[in-house]
């Protein structure tokens, strides 16, 4: 199991529900979660092989941006 990380300019809960709504039909995705009180708005996605940029493509399609971070 990895965990990914994310930069990401979802800001409020409204918008976490609707990027939910696509995560939930992954099914690679076990846990995610986004952190409203980072400056980064960080994403974090537990997954047991899921590619980064399947990740990142995901978020765009919900109309939102997120990039992964480094290590």
């Given at each position: 199991?990895?965990?990914?990380?994310?930069?990401?300019?979802?800001?409020?809960?409204?918008?976490?529900?609707?990027?939910?709504?696509?995560?939930?039909?992954?099914?690679?995705?076990?846990?995610?979660?986004?952190?409203?009180?980072?400056v980064d708005c960080?994403?974090?996605?537990?997954?047991?092989?899921?590619?980064?940029?399947?990740?990142?493509?995901?978020?765009?399609?919900?109309?939102?941006?997120?990039?992964?971070?480094?290590?």
């Amino acid at each position: 199991m990895q965990i990914l990380i994310f930069r990401t300019n979802i800001r409020d809960k409204k918008q976490v529900a609707t990027v939910g709504r696509h995560i939930i039909n992954e099914q690679q995705i076990t846990k995610w979660n986004i952190d409203l009180n980072d400056v980064d708005c960080v994403l974090r996605v537990e997954t047991p092989g899921l590619h980064p940029k399947s990740i990142e493509s995901l978020i765009q399609k919900a109309g939102h941006n997120c990039e992964e971070l480094p290590d």
